[in-house]
C-alpha cells in the first residue's frame, strides 16, 4: 500500500531564505507527483507535476524534483516571501489503474517579514 | 471559469440526518473525486469516478455513497451521518488516467453534532 510522508510538518523561516520541503513514498511504481498548495479554508492548488520520466519541473521560485528509486521528492523555494505561508502537500498517482492518488498530510509553511 | 464548484460550502447536520454534497466541473473531465480532510492526515480517497457511468471506492468509502449523475456532476451522499463524518470534503476532478493536473474546488466544511 502506497504511502507518502512529508517532513517536516511544520516550518518557520524569516522572510528571503531558500527552503526545502520533503516527500517520501514508500512504492517507486508512480505514474507522476504533485505539489499542491492550500491556503486556509481553501482548495489545493496544483504548482508542479513532475511525470515518472522526468526528473525536475520548475515554476518561478519553485523547483521540485523526482528521485523515484529512493523514494523522494523535494520542493526547493528561492528566496521565500511571506505571501508564500500556506500548506504544501505533495500526491503520487499509481501507474497502476491511476485513480487512487495518495496524499501526503502537508508541510505548514510560516514566512516572517 | 469556474472549475470545480462543491455546494453547500458550510453545514451542520445531527446524528442520523442524511444530506447530499453536491459537485460540479465545467472542463470536461472524465475522472472526478471526492476526499475528505482532517487535521494531520492528509486527504483520503471516499469515491472515484473514473469516467461518466461508473463509480468506484476509495480508501475511506463507509457510510457515503455516490452518482455521477453525468460528465459534469458528481454527488456524495451520507445516508446516516455520524459524529466521525466530521471533515473537510473536497472535490476533485482531472482530464484523463493520473496524466493531468487534479483541480480541486474550495471545500465543504460539515459538523455532524
Known amino acids: 500500500k502506497q504511502e507518502v510522508t512529508q517532513i517536516p510538518a511544520a516550518l518557520s523561516v524569516p522572510e528571503g531564505e531558500n527552503l526545502v520541503l520533503n516527500c517520501s513514498f514508500t512504492?517507486?511504481?508512480?505514474?507522476?507527483l504533485q505539489w499542491f498548495r492550500q491556503d486556509p479554508g481553501k482548495g489545493l492548488t496544483s504548482l508542479l507535476l513532475?511525470?515518472?520520466?522526468?526528473r525536475e519541473q520548475t515554476s518561478g521560485r519553485l523547483n521540485a524534483s523526482l528521485d523515484k528509486s529512493s523514494g523522494r521528492s523535494t520542493l526547493y523555494i528561492a528566496a521565500s516571501q511571506p505571501g508564500d505561508s500556506a500548506t504544501y502537500l505533495c500526491?503520487?498517482?499509481?501507474?497502476?489503474?491511476?485513480?487512487?492518488?495518495?496524499f501526503g498530510a502537508g508541510t505548514r509553511l510560516f514566512v516572517k517579514a | 471559469n469556474a472549475g470545480v464548484t462543491q455546494t453547500p460550502k458550510f453545514q451542520v447536520l445531527k446524528t442520523g440526518q442524511s444530506m447530499t454534497l453536491q459537485c460540479a466541473q465545467d472542463?470536461?473531465?472524465?475522472?472526478m473525486y471526492w476526499y475528505r480532510q482532517d487535521p494531520g492526515m492528509g486527504l483520503r480517497l471516499i469515491y472515484y469516478?473514473?469516467?461518466?457511468?461508473?463509480?468506484d471506492k476509495g480508501e475511506v468509502p463507509n457510510g457515503y455513497n455516490v452518482s455521477r449523475l453525468n460528465k459534469r456532476e458528481f454527488s456524495l451522499r451520507l445516508e446516516s451521518a455520524a459524529p466521525s463524518q466530521t471533515s473537510v470534503y473536497f472535490c476533485?476532478?482531472?482530464?484523463?488516467?493520473?496524466?493531468?493536473?487534479?483541480?480541486f474546488g474550495e471545500g465543504s466544511w460539515l459538523t455532524v453534532v
Open positions: 476533485a476532478s482531472r482530464a484523463q488516467i493520473s496524466g493531468n493536473t487534479i483541480y
Open positions: 512504492d517507486s511504481a508512480i505514474y507522476n
Open positions: 513532475i511525470q515518472s520520466s522526468q
Open positions: 500526491a503520487v498517482s499509481p501507474n497502476t489503474g491511476g485513480f487512487k492518488t495518495i
Open positions: 472542463m470536461n473531465h472524465n475522472s
Open positions: 469516478s473514473a469516467s461518466e457511468g461508473t463509480t
